[in-house]
Structure formats: structure tokens, C-alpha cells
């Protein structure tokens, strides 16, 4: 006797299944199988699931985290609107006659400015003060890297006047050069938003795309507006980018909601200059962007107080 036949003896008392039987099981299986299962109640299931992982985070905490995650937010759809700056579109057509820097890792973009800021408060006699710094800043950053990376130096000039105001005695302490020291200690900015050359000059050429990029994790409305056009002025302050995108960066600016054109702005040099400008009524500032009214070559941007009861200066200018 072999293996197969004791297969065959084993359970011989069993008597074997006619071929219809046979078929008619199959039916049912595969009715079955085609037949979704019936789903669980919502509201019981849920409140299940909500005690036992209760239960397990209890006993396991040390060993692993259970997270619920919410649905996903609806996604910000940013179309760029028509754009309705004629200063920024301008300037956007003058970058091509522009000189142009092909920096390479390993060496530094140098930016100097003239900066002018309103200084607010009480002198050491304990009375109200108000005048204006006056400082030239200048600033390394490397072309590959974080702020981490940079250093600055300057020199403090001597303090202008706010109209009506005098100058109190402290304002003229510590002027003249200061020696150079590291930018930053630490940068939290994600990759995503650095914007050192390496990272600029991969940034869309196109004014849609650079729309798109500006805008990315915000919404449509007045804050990011306002947050869109203060980070178009400091990438023009202390960010270079290649023509191209710096091109589609005026043309991508110049659909902002709100912006507007002053026709005689000035600069802290004293420079007179056409700006590109915004509003922002909830803090009562102005934030210019200055070109000049020839070449359309920027120049310096202008923050400026515009709901002050008294007269004066902008409130910082660079």
C-alpha cells in the first residue's frame, strides 16, 4: 500500500458528492464573493474605535503614537489675476537690458543700503521723543546656503530729524562703524523657502508660476495679500534673482490686489523714483517698491505711516 491509497481510505465512510452538488456549491461561493459585505453602523463603530485606541495608547504610550488625521482642507486654487500695475510691468520689460551676475558656489552676494527707521518712545529725561535713525548696512550672504552663513557690517550716521520733534541726547551715542559680525545665529526657514541664488535661480520663469510659488500655503484674502507684497520687497532688498525670474517675479507682482502707483516717490538717498505701492488699511502703513522713472532699475523700498494725526517722515525707508 502507498501514501495515495491511504489518501483514498481515509474517511471512506464519507460518501462522495454527486457533480450537481459539487456545481451548486460553486454558485453559491461565487454569489458570495460578487455580494459586498454589510457595512457596520457609523455612530457605534466609531465610538468603538475611539475607547480601544483609548485602551491601547494606555498600554503602549511608550511604544508607539496613534494619530486621527482630519480630512484634508480644501486646496487654495491661485489663478493670477489680470495684471494692473503699469510700474511693475514696466520693470518686468527692463530687466532685459539689465547687467547680469552669474555668481558660483562658493562665493558671497554682497547688498549695501541706506536704511532710515522711526525711532518712538521716552528719552532718559522721561519725556516723549520721536526721531529718525540713519544707518548704511551691508550685507554678505553666500550663494549657496542659509542666512546661518551670512555676516553684516555698517556704520551708524547721525540721527535726522522727525518735523516738530527734537532730537534727544542718547540718539547721538554709538554712531560711526560698527565691526562685522554673523548675521544669524540659527535659520528656520524650510527649503522651500529659502532664498539664497542656488534656490532663486531654480524658481518658475513664467509670472504664473512665480504667482503660484508666492502664494503657496496661503489664502486669497487681505493677510496674505499683505504678506505676498512684504515678501516681494525683502526678496528685492537682500535676494538676487536671475533676469528671468526676476521678471516674472515684477509681472507676478503686479497682479496683487491693491497696487497702486505713486508717481513721485523718494527713496532714503533722496533719490526721486515711480512706486509701485500697497495699502494696508488694518495697520496704516504704506510699503512702496521705488523705481527709477527712466531705466525702471529698483532702487529702495518705503514703509510708511499714513493714519498718524501728525505730519512726518515715512516711517522707515532702505
Known amino acids: 500500500?502507498?501514501?495515495?491509497?491511504?489518501?483514498?481510505?481515509?474517511?471512506?465512510?464519507?460518501?462522495?458528492?454527486?457533480?450537481?452538488?459539487?456545481?451548486?456549491?460553486?454558485?453559491?461561493?461565487?454569489a458570495a464573493l460578487r455580494t459586498p459585505p454589510p457595512r457596520p453602523a457609523l455612530r457605534g463603530w466609531t465610538r468603538g474605535w475611539k475607547l480601544g485606541l483609548v485602551a491601547g495608547l494606555a498600554v503602549a504610550a511608550a511604544a508607539t503614537a496613534v494619530v486621527a488625521l482630519p480630512s484634508d482642507p480644501p486646496r487654495v486654487i491661485h489663478a493670477m489675476p489680470v495684471a494692473h500695475s503699469a510700474v511693475l510691468t514696466r520693470a518686468a520689460q527692463a530687466t532685459a537690458g539689465q547687467t547680469e551676475l552669474r555668481p558660483r558656489p562658493g562665493q558671497y552676494l554682497v547688498y549695501e543700503s541706506r536704511m532710515m527707521f522711526a525711532s518712538e518712545g521716552t528719552s532718559r529725561d522721561g519725556v516723549a521723543s520721536r526721531y529718525l535713525t540713519?544707518?548704511?548696512?551691508?550685507?554678505?550672504?553666500?550663494?549657496?546656503?542659509?542666512?546661518?552663513?551670512?555676516?553684516?557690517?555698517?556704520?551708524?550716521?547721525?540721527?535726522?530729524?522727525?518735523?516738530?520733534?527734537?532730537?534727544?541726547p542718547e540718539a547721538w551715542e554709538n554712531l560711526g562703524r560698527y565691526r562685522p559680525e554673523k548675521l544669524a545665529d540659527f535659520d528656520q526657514r524650510a527649503e522651500q523657502d529659502l532664498t539664497d541664488y542656488a534656490h532663486t535661480s531654480a524658481w518658475p520663469t513664467d509670472p504664473e508660476g512665480m504667482y503660484r510659488r508666492l502664494y503657496t500655503g496661503l489664502g486669497n484674502d487681505e493677510?496674505?495679500?499683505?504678506?505676498?507684497?512684504?515678501?516681494?520687497?525683502?526678496?528685492?532688498?537682500?535676494?538676487?534673482?536671475?533676469?528671468?525670474?526676476?521678471?516674472?517675479?515684477?509681472?507676478?507682482?503686479?497682479?496683487?490686489?491693491?497696487?497702486?502707483?505713486?508717481?513721485?516717490?523718494?527713496?532714503?538717498?533722496?533719490?526721486p523714483g515711480i512706486a509701485a505701492a500697497r495699502l494696508w488699511a488694518v495697520r496704516g502703513t504704506r510699503v512702496e517698491l521705488i523705481f527709477d522713472p527712466k531705466t525702471y532699475q529698483y532702487l529702495a523700498n518705503v514703509r510708511s505711516s499714513w493714519t498718524r494725526p501728525r505730519p512726518g517722515p515715512p516711517w522707515a525707508r532702505c
Open 134 to 168: 540713519d544707518e548704511l548696512r551691508r550685507v554678505w550672504l553666500p550663494v549657496e546656503g542659509d542666512a546661518t552663513g551670512g555676516f553684516i557690517d555698517g556704520e551708524r550716521l547721525p540721527p535726522k530729524v522727525w518735523p516738530g520733534w527734537p532730537i534727544p
Open 1 to 30: 500500500m502507498n501514501e495515495m491509497d491511504t489518501l483514498s481510505g481515509f474517511r471512506a465512510e464519507v460518501p462522495r458528492p454527486e457533480p450537481a452538488d459539487l456545481r451548486a456549491q460553486e454558485d453559491r461561493l461565487l
Open 223 to 271: 493677510e496674505a495679500h499683505e504678506l505676498v507684497w512684504g515678501n516681494v520687497q525683502s526678496l528685492l532688498r537682500e535676494s538676487y534673482l536671475p533676469a528671468a525670474q526676476r521678471a516674472a517675479l515684477f509681472r507676478a507682482a503686479a497682479a496683487i490686489p491693491g497696487v497702486v502707483t505713486v508717481p513721485d516717490a523718494r527713496d532714503a538717498a533722496g533719490r
